[in-house]
């Protein structure tokens, strides 16, 4: 019992249970206004305005607290995995064979997208009186302005990849080195040290981003898009347990086994509605079980931007759900360039703000076909399958790690097992593993 009340699991699970009682039964105490103040707050980033309540501010400061983490981790990781790894052509060649399988993994994610959406048609039926004009300004304008040094220029993650990759390079080729690689490893240490103190405040952003979702949009309001939502999470269900089951199939391991050792991260993503807040935990959990330094520090960066396989499959549904509830009849051709655009679209979906919408409306306005007003449906709604896309990025860049890491002799299977708790830390067949 003692092991149960001591298990971060336990607790977020908890608070993503009464944050989901509370935002059902209590809306007016998750929807209390925190700041009274004619004056925007901000709190680490974080912006809150004249009204932010109380749910919104306890999820919104945790994910703004993790986020401070989370470059210099990048940083470091990078810079000292790079030195470590001493050949400059291993680096080319695993961010190669990166974006290679970010490509090829994320087409599958599109096709499964759209073929899912036509065969249970979610948009079939869908009344279109609900759809009005809107307030969706801000994403066609900013659909405009979509481009790949716009991209760069928002997606803090790519501008500390590339310093770090300059840096590592340079570091690399200094005889002198020694003092200022010893240097980084101590800070290294120290970050990870506070990191694991600041997950201990989990339980608090799972239930202030459970509370304010539920109290805000309701469960009976999301009952005409039901269909939408079962058919995302079904999708995800099929992509993770079928294409990625199949990728680390190739190298013997099991997708239960990771997802098990990563529950307490998926729980912090589940809460949070951000993938983000888990990362630099999941980038510590894959050196544990055996996936090297340099390679972690280079795939999980890099997948935050050009491997969301969760985001990639909820675009492309969501395109297909449109087309249905407008009666719009695709051709094969109309179908193809959907999947064409999104191909390169959903790549800076990390880096814009609004990206989901702002990725929605650049691809409607380029294929002509679609109203871009049919957004307005999707605004209530996208916050509960925000969870789902969150997840499978989360889920999907962890399985890349760990192909990259097998594919390039940089996996250690005796720490996988150990990790995976098949082991002991003398190599003996644990008692649930023996059989």
């Not at 949070?272 to 090297?292: F, I």
Request: hydrophobic share 55%.
């Amino acid at each position: 019992m003692k092991k149960i009340f001591t298990n971060l699991t336990f607790w977020v699970l908890v608070a993503i249970t009464a944050g989901i009682l509370v935002g059902h039964f209590i809306p007016e105490f998750a929807l209390h206004p925190l700041f009274k103040s004619p004056f925007k707050q901000r709190v680490l980033g974080q912006e809150l305005l004249v009204g932010a309540t109380l749910s919104e501010f306890l999820s919104g400061i945790f994910i703004s607290i993790v986020k401070l983490f989370i470059n210099p981790i990048i940083f470091l990781t990078i810079t000292l995995g790079i030195v470590n790894m001493g050949d400059l052509k291993k680096v080319g060649r695993v961010g190669a064979k990166s974006l290679l399988y970010f490509e090829v993994v994320t087409s599958f994610a599109l096709l499964i997208g759209v073929v899912v959406a036509l065969i249970i048609q979610p948009g079939s039926g869908v009344n279109t009186a609900a759809v009005k004009a809107g307030d969706i300004s801000k994403y066609t304008q900013s659909s405009k302005a979509f481009n790949a040094w716009h991209f760069f220029l928002e997606n803090s993650t790519l501008q500390v990849l590339l310093i770090a990759l300059l840096l590592g390079i340079v570091l690399g080729n200094y005889e002198r080195r020694g003092k200022i690689v010893s240097f980084l490893k101590v800070i290294s240490t120290y970050i990870f040290k506070a990191l694991h103190k600041i997950m201990l405040l989990a339980p608090i952003g799972a239930f202030g981003g459970m509370a304010f979702t539920i109290s805000k949009f309701g469960i009976k309001t999301l009952l005409p898009l039901a269909k939408l939502m079962g058919t995302v999470y079904v999708t995800m269900a099929i992509f993770i347990f079928v294409v990625l089951w199949f990728v680390l199939r190739f190298y013997k391991i099991s997708i239960l086994k990771f997802l098990r050792y990563i529950r307490e991260e998926l729980l912090v993503v589940l809460g949070t509605s951000s993938s983000e807040a888990a990362l630099p935990s999941l980038m510590e959990k894959l050196e544990r079980m055996g996936c090297s330094k340099p390679v972690v520090g280079l795939v999980v960066p890099t997948g935050y931007s050009f491997n969301l396989d969760g985001t990639t499959i909820y675009l492309s549904m969501c395109m297909i759900f449109l087309a249905q509830v407008f009666d719009v009849h695709l051709s094969f051709g109309q179908i193809a360039s959907i999947i064409g655009i999104l191909m390169l679209t959903s790549k800076g979906a990390a880096g814009v703000t609004g990206s989901g919408f702002v990725v929605l409306a650049s691809t409607l306005t380029a294929i002509k076909v679609i109203p871009v007003e049919g957004l307005t449906l999707l605004l209530g709604v996208d916050r509960f399958m925000s969870e789902a896309r969150a997840i499978t990025n989360f889920i999907g860049n962890g399985v890349a790690t760990i192909w990259i890491a097998n594919n390039e002799n940089e996996f250690d299977r005796n720490k996988m097992e150990i990790a995976f708790g098949q082991v002991d830390r003398t190599g003996n067949i644990l008692a649930d593993n023996a059989a």
